[in-house]
């Protein structure tokens, strides 16, 4: 709390602008649409990781943040102010940080596995702009943020050593499906279960919950892509590329704006948006892909 008070001394109008609008490189808003477009268009494999590394780190946050459910700063000590603006994405509990773990997991899972230096440095310099910013805001101490990049930084490395040294087999897929799935029920349903007991709030544990659905979406789409569909990222021309980003990104688009739509709660709606959201970008669009690559290479 020290440290976040020192920085609470320099803050102005401009600076809270700036570290806001770097704080928003850590929201899935912003990182979804990128490894989709990586995952579509560029480099599957790469993506692939990124997104497998994002929901191994993911789980561990998420579960590490209900079970040990820490206040966020200004709940901790009421003298101290966050910046306002930073305020309305600062949900659930503050341990760890989930924008941290989010921007770190994707952006140094790309320059893990970038053969271009630049693409690197540049990732490592957005991971810790953005993990500055959270704690600029007064949203995170540091220890929220730091342990968040270590347990990001520590799956990359242990994803990274097994794809270097191993080949999975299809019968520990399907073991890593159903263990993905296991825990993500077993997330939501510990997450209920605070709520049923007076421990926590639905506000508190929504993350959590959508966090799960989302996991089960990306365990089932990926395992049906990898072992039925096997799209490529080629493109006839990179007007094509355009259009099939625009294709994707809009059905995503439409999945959230249609769920958030129907009379569900918030956290309903969310939660079946992030499931079929994941389902859309890992499956359903690469099919689509995979079919239109079918017919226009056939045609050649």
Same mark, same amino acid.
């Given at each position: 709390?020290n440290?976040?008070?020192?920085?609470?001394?320099?803050?102005?109008? +401009?600076?809270?602008?700036? #570290?806001?609008?770097?704080?928003?490189?850590?929201?899935?808003?912003?990182?979804?649409?990128?490894?989709? +477009?990586?995952?579509?268009?560029?480099?599957?494999?790469?993506?692939?990781? !990124?997104?497998?590394?994002? *929901?191994?780190?993911?789980?561990?946050? =998420?579960?590490?943040?209900?079970? #040990?459910?820490?206040?966020?700063? $200004?709940?901790?000590?009421? =003298?101290?102010?966050?910046?306002? /603006?930073?305020?309305?994405?600062? %949900? @659930?509990?503050?341990?760890?940080?989930?924008?941290?773990?989010?921007? /770190?997991?994707?952006?140094?899972?790309?320059?893990? $596995?970038?053969?271009?230096?630049?693409?690197?440095?540049?990732?490592?310099? +957005?991971?810790?702009?953005?993990?500055?910013?959270?704690?600029y805001?007064?949203?995170?101490?540091?220890?929220?943020?730091?342990? /968040?990049?270590?347990?990001? %930084?520590?799956?990359?490395?242990?994803?990274?050593?097994?794809?270097?040294?191993?080949?999975?087999?299809?019968?520990?897929?399907?073991?890593?499906?159903?263990? !993905?799935?296991a825990?993500?029920?077993?997330?939501? *349903?510990?997450?209920?279960?605070?709520?049923? $007991?007076?421990?926590?709030?639905?506000?508190?544990?929504?993350?959590?919950?959508?966090?799960?659905?989302?996991?089960?979406?990306f365990?089932?789409?990926?395992?049906?892509?990898?072992?039925?569909?096997?799209?490529?990222?080629?493109?006839?021309?990179?007007?094509?590329?355009?259009?099939?980003?625009?294709?994707? &990104?809009?059905?995503?688009?439409?999945? %959230?704006?249609?769920?958030?739509?129907?009379p569900?709660?918030?956290?309903?709606?969310?939660? &079946? /948006? @992030?499931?079929?959201?994941?389902?859309? !970008?890992?499956?359903? *669009?690469?099919? *689509?892909?995979?079919?239109?690559?079918?017919?226009?290479?056939?045609?050649l």
């Open positions: 709390m440290f976040l008070e020192f920085l609470s001394h320099f803050r102005t109008d +401009i600076l809270d602008y700036i #570290f806001r609008i770097i704080s928003f490189c850590g929201e899935i808003t912003v990182l979804l649409p990128l490894i989709c +477009i990586i995952y579509w268009c560029i480099n599957k494999s790469t993506a692939y990781k !990124a997104l497998f590394v994002f *929901f191994l780190s993911g789980s561990i946050v =998420q579960g590490a943040k209900i079970v #040990f459910r820490i206040p966020r700063p $200004w709940i901790l000590n009421p =003298q101290f102010s966050p910046v306002d /603006s930073a305020m309305e994405t600062a %949900t @659930g509990y503050s341990f760890p940080s989930g924008h941290v773990q989010s921007s /770190s997991s994707i952006f140094l899972s790309l320059a893990a $596995w970038s053969k271009k230096k630049a693409v690197r440095i540049l990732c490592c310099i +957005i991971v810790l702009l953005v993990l500055f910013s959270r704690m805001l007064g949203v995170h101490t540091p220890l929220d943020v730091f342990t /968040s990049l270590l347990i990001s %930084t520590v799956m990359i490395f242990l994803l990274k050593h097994v794809t270097d040294n191993y080949t999975i087999p299809q019968n520990n897929k399907i073991a890593l499906l159903i263990l !993905a799935i825990y993500a029920l077993g997330l939501i *349903f510990y997450s209920l279960l605070l709520v049923r $007991w007076n421990i926590s709030t639905v506000e508190l544990t929504a993350d959590s919950i959508i966090f799960a659905c989302s996991l089960s979406g365990a089932i789409g990926s395992y049906v892509e990898d072992r039925f569909i096997r799209f490529g990222t080629e493109c006839l021309s990179i007007f094509m590329q355009f259009i099939k980003i625009f294709l994707g &990104l809009g059905g995503m688009l439409l999945i %959230t704006k249609g769920f958030s739509l129907l569900l709660s918030e956290v309903l709606a969310d939660s &079946l /948006s @992030g499931f079929f959201s994941c389902i859309w !970008a890992t499956c359903i *669009f690469p099919l *689509f892909i995979r079919l239109v690559q079918k017919k226009k290479y056939s045609e």
